[in-house]
């Protein structure tokens, strides 16, 4: 009997310590703390496909989100968000990165080109008409990661830039399949158009070495 009021006792006081613990939980917050999930804005102003965009966002955008679901720029895909798939390569100061792997407010005054930036319907970038004549995509998800790739690859190459497959680093990069395929290699196609792809690129560079 006596282990009976014990275990009673036991359950009110583990009702009562619950009940502390919500109440706890839904006070209201001490004057002037904000609350943690509350986000932090911040303005950013940089310049994408030659327009200048003045954005307020919470610090923890990353460009890729800020591109889609501000600016409306969806040729810009989110694939796996991880940074290991390029579909959403964009260029960056010449650069190519991936959007999702970076914050939005760290572009300050930088110049940003997605596939919108590169070409229209009307007007196609060489390297967009060159995925259509040799078939360098299957469902699409990925090409304007691709293309957008592709076009900072062959402006790497024209600097000089080696990669790790640069036979001879005294030398000039050439344009080979090797160079393509490991320049490429960030940008999964999931179709498996990798030929194709290679074909389009070296044909708007004007061949192969």
Do not use: W
């Amino acid at each position: 009997m006596a282990d009976n009021e014990t275990l009673s006792l036991s359950r009110r006081d583990l009702m009562a310590a619950g009940a502390a613990s919500a109440a706890v939980a839904s006070a209201p917050s001490p004057a002037g703390a904000a609350p943690a999930d509350t986000p932090h804005l911040a303005k950013v102003a940089f310049t994408v496909n030659g327009q200048k965009r003045d954005l307020e966002l919470d610090t923890r955008t990353t460009l890729l989100d800020a591109l889609r679901e501000h600016l409306k720029l969806t040729g810009v895909k989110k694939g796996c968000d991880h940074g290991q798939c390029g579909a959403c390569t964009v260029i960056v100061d010449g650069r190519r990165i991936n959007a999702c792997l970076t914050l939005a407010v760290m572009h300050e005054g930088d110049a940003v080109t997605t596939i919108e930036g590169l070409g229209t319907p009307d007007k196609l970038h060489p390297l967009q008409a060159a995925f259509v004549k040799h078939d360098g995509y299957q469902c699409g998800y990925c090409t304007p990661g691709q293309i957008c790739s592709a076009k900072a690859v062959l402006d790497e190459i024209k600097a000089g830039i080696p990669s790790h497959v640069t036979a001879d680093l005294t030398d000039d990069p050439k344009l080979t399949e090797a160079e393509l395929r490991e320049r490429m290699s960030g940008n999964i196609c999931r179709c498996g158009a990798y030929s194709n792809i290679v074909e389009a690129i070296a044909d708007v560079a004007g061949g192969l070495a």
